[in-house]
């Protein structure tokens, strides 16, 4: 019984044969415990050892050789995901900013253009600036075309920075018929008309003056406080408020529209 | 003015009025209110800070007569004339 095993296990290794052969009568004869196990275990150690031996520098080789493709090549990949997901993540920043940018506006107020400071709950919570006295002047004017009478109820106003005043136009209407005006106004100097708030006033909108009416326009205005912290408002002392009046005329009259039925 | 081509100041951008424009007063209701702050203005040698209940008065006409939307008197910046003159709609306006 241990004889064929013993030979099953020489069948499998053609090279060693003779000198397993050999080595195996040898071990067999002097020892009687084991003699199986012996054997198996030497013939084991021999064949494996070659084997090993044997396979290990072709599969060394060529798995180094391959080993270091594949790290060159998943290197690469890393490289190229990298890059890929930066290319993405600019493109979806470049998409996000604009409702990132409404959100910004939104909270900080700015609405795309820079106000200094021109906050409609100011005028509950400013202080006057008592020593610093501002001379503001009205000047009013018309467009040529334009019959009414319009002119400032005073000529100057002085104010502080920080308080709200009133001041007075009046416009007439000399003609028979109804004329509709509307005004612009402007601040002289430039800089210091940032600092000009109106509260309330008759500009910007159409104004109806029947014939020979006469009516009394308020502006109800402030200076902002932050003028007195202003350098390059230290030496202005008079501010010039010009309103000026426009006709405004009818609407266009359109040609017919083509497919469009008027009754 | 504001369209001359300045090239390096800055040009004037007129802003729209933070409340709105007021109704014209055709009939005259607070005619009155405004005489009497033209007068104070003429008298102080047109000082606002000596007028300023007077200016105060003719804006109130103004909202009890629809010719101006109703606010409380803080945010018209008349904070300071509440002390001293209290009315049941400051009192309101104050809740």
Known sequence: MLLPCVLREFSRCSTLSMHCSRVLQQKLQPS????????????????GLRLKSQTRGIKNRSNKRTSQEDEWK??????????AAAGVGMI?????????????????GLGGTAV?????????????????????????????SMQWNFRPQQSEIYVVPGETALAFYRARNPTDKP????????????????????????????????PKEEVDMPVFFYIDPEFDEDPR???????????????AKEGQPLPPLPGYSYK | ?????????????????????????????????????????????????????????????RMDNQLMAKEPLEKLGFADLKETSPSPEDKDAKE
């Open chain 1, 179 to 210: 004329v509709i005006g509307i005004s612009t106004y402007n601040v002289v100097p430039f800089d210091a008309g940032q600092y000009f708030n109106k509260i309330q006033c008759f500009c910007f909108e159409e104004q109806r003056l029947n």
């Open chain 1, 32 to 47: 009687e415990r084991g003699l199986h196990t012996q054997a198996q275990e030497f013939i084991a150690r021999r064949i």
């Open chain 2, 1 to 61: 003015m504001s369209t001359a081509m300045n090239f390096s100041s800055k040009a004037f951008k007129p802003r729209a009025p933070d409340k709105g424009s007021f109704p014209l007063d055709h009939f005259g209701e607070c005619k009155g209110f405004k005489e009497t702050f033209m007068k104070c203005l003429r008298d102080n040698s047109f000082d606002n800070s000596m007028c300023r209940l007077q200016s105060k008065d003719y804006l109130q006409c």
């Open chain 1, 74 to 83: 998943s290197k690469n990949k890393t490289v190229l995901t990298y890059i």
């Open chain 1, 116 to 144: 200094a400071g021109h906050d409609a709950d100011q005028v509950a919570t400013m202080t006057p600036v008592k020593d610093r006295v501002i001379k503001i002047t009205f000047n009013a004017d018309t467009h040529a």
């Open chain 1, 92 to 108: 979806g920043i470049s998409y996000a900013s604009v409702p990132l940018y409404r959100l910004y506006c939104q909270a900080s």
């Open chain 1, 233 to 247: 408002m230290a030496r202005v002392d008079t501010i010039t408020l010009s309103y000026t009046f426009f006709e």
